[in-house]
């Protein structure tokens, strides 16, 4: 199946739709989810993962229990709404793209009730934002991809780590994958290095997965190879995603993130971040405001099923670190390639948007 008839996350008649990335590569299994609740155990439980994707699945979520609330008042629409804004909130506190969805969201149901009093049109009207949402991800992918693109050399191996892919994403391109199909589709030759990204395998499963199906090839290596490779001339940059990005360009990402950034650095490679605008928080001065995600223990002492390490030990399963902005090349967006000082060229980039005022106030 090419890889553009894969769908992340789908709104359907029956309900959202999504690609069990739990299963994958051995499954492709797609998932029904028919309330609001189930969408948001869906992310909790990383059926759906990757900050874009987790903020339209979000949205989608939100736009699907609205439609099944019973409410026939605005007033009564409105608590059931903030009920479920707070359910999604509560899946996952690193990505921002989260919050971004469940705040525009709410700002469309504010301005769908200051217009009308007709409860089925504010329903009809939060779909249509979830889709809006849906459909702005794809969009700003292919941008990110054709601005990141031109920084990637022809014949460049790119070293990756953990999955930024269109399973990611709302799907079709990615973020840091985007960038590399964007450097294929100017016709440049591109190869990539895939990080295996432990505990739970997103390079091993997910982008070795998407590249082998994209025909972009692919070459995969645990954690404790990256090191190694650039040592041996291997790699010639790296691209990675994020879940959040300081306004000081601070970047949260997959755990294991900063020490590849900080093997870059050391052998002169450049580490490029890429991801939408909506992943940027202005709204924080530094990483260390970045609130990280503690994950089951589980994830570290089993594969699935089988245990690895011994019962009774303590066990630290941070999902995501912070790499500090100076490890950081540059930040690719869907609105432009920013470099150091971040604080300044962040800021640019959303004032195009008309949208830094809305992060900071």
Request: proline share 4%.
């Given at each position: 199946?090419?890889?553009?008839?894969?769908?992340?996350?789908?709104?359907?008649p029956?309900?959202?739709?999504?690609?069990?990335?739990?299963?994958?590569?051995?499954?492709?299994?797609?998932?029904?989810?028919?309330?609001?609740?189930?969408?948001?155990?869906?992310?909790?439980?990383?059926?759906?993962?990757?900050?874009?994707?987790i903020?339209?699945?979000?949205?989608?979520?939100?736009?699907?229990?609205?439609?099944?609330?019973?409410?026939?008042?605005?007033?009564?629409?409105?608590?059931?709404f903030?009920?479920m804004?707070?359910?999604?909130?509560?899946?996952?506190?690193?990505?921002?793209?989260?919050f971004?969805a469940i705040?525009?969201?709410?700002e469309?149901?504010?301005?769908?009730?200051?217009?009308?009093?007709?409860?089925?049109?504010?329903?009809?009207?939060?779909?249509d934002?979830?889709?809006?949402?849906?459909?702005?991800?794809?969009?700003?992918?292919?941008?990110?991809?054709r601005?990141?693109?031109?920084l990637?050399?022809?014949?460049?191996?790119?070293?990756?780590?953990?999955?930024?892919g269109a399973l990611?994403?709302?799907?079709?391109?990615?973020?840091?994958?985007?960038?590399?199909r964007g450097?294929?589709?100017?016709?440049?030759?591109?190869?990539?290095?895939?990080?295996?990204?432990?505990?739970?395998?997103?390079?091993?499963?997910?982008?070795?997965?998407?590249?082998?199906?994209?025909?972009?090839?692919?070459?995969?290596i645990?954690?404790?190879?990256a090191?190694?490779?650039?040592?041996?001339?291997?790699?010639?940059?790296?691209?990675?995603?994020?879940?959040?990005?300081?306004?000081?360009?601070?970047?949260?990402?997959?755990?294991?993130?900063?020490?590849?950034?900080?093997?870059?650095?050391?052998?002169?490679?450049?580490?490029?971040?890429?991801?939408?605008?909506s992943?940027?928080?202005?709204s924080?001065?530094?990483?260390?405001?970045?609130p990280?995600?503690e994950?089951?223990?589980?994830?570290?002492?089993?594969?699935?099923?089988?245990?690895l390490?011994?019962?009774?030990?303590?066990?630290h399963?941070?999902a995501?670190?912070?790499?500090?902005?100076?490890?950081?090349?540059?930040?690719?967006?869907?609105?432009?390639?920013?470099?150091?000082?971040?604080t300044s060229?962040?800021r640019?980039?959303?004032?195009?948007?008309?949208?830094?005022?809305?992060?900071?106030?």
């Amino acid at each position: 199946m090419p890889l553009t008839m894969i769908k992340t996350v789908e709104w359907t008649p029956e309900g959202v739709r999504m690609i069990d990335q739990r299963l994958l590569p051995t499954e492709e299994k797609y998932l029904m989810f028919r309330s609001c609740e189930e969408v948001a155990d869906a992310i909790k439980q990383m059926i759906v993962r990757g900050a874009p994707a987790i903020g339209v699945s979000a949205a989608m979520g939100l736009a699907l229990g609205l439609q099944q609330a019973v409410a026939t008042t605005v007033i009564d629409l409105q608590d059931d709404f903030n009920y479920m804004c707070d359910v999604m909130a509560a899946t996952r506190p690193t990505a921002v793209n989260l919050f971004w969805a469940i705040e525009r969201m709410r700002e469309a149901f504010r301005r769908a009730a200051a217009e009308t009093q007709d409860v089925e049109e504010i329903k009809q009207r939060l779909v249509d934002e979830a889709q809006a949402i849906f459909k702005e991800d794809i969009e700003a992918n292919r941008a990110l991809g054709r601005f990141g693109g031109e920084l990637l050399p022809d014949g460049a191996t790119v070293l990756t780590h953990c999955n930024a892919g269109a399973l990611a994403t709302a799907g079709d391109y990615g973020t840091a994958l985007g960038v590399i199909r964007g450097a294929r589709d100017a016709g440049k030759r591109i190869a990539v290095i895939a990080d295996e990204t432990r505990p739970f395998l997103q390079g091993a499963r997910l982008t070795a997965w998407e590249l082998h199906k994209d025909e972009i090839p692919v070459t995969l290596i645990t954690d404790n190879m990256a090191g190694h490779v650039m040592k041996q001339g291997k790699v010639d940059a790296v691209v990675v995603g994020a879940d959040r990005i300081a306004a000081n360009g601070d970047t949260a990402n997959k755990i294991g993130t900063y020490m590849v950034a900080v093997l870059a650095k050391q052998h002169d490679i450049p580490f490029y971040v890429a991801a939408p605008i909506s992943t940027i928080d202005l709204s924080i001065p530094d990483g260390a405001h970045i609130p990280i995600e503690e994950r089951d223990t589980r994830e570290v002492t089993h594969i699935r099923e089988q245990r690895l390490a011994p019962e009774g030990i303590e066990v630290h399963n941070p999902a995501f670190d912070v790499t500090p902005n100076e490890l950081v090349a540059a930040i690719i967006t869907d609105k432009g390639v920013a470099r150091a000082p971040y604080t300044s060229s962040l800021r640019r980039l959303f004032e195009q948007t008309g949208r830094a005022e809305e992060q900071t106030a």
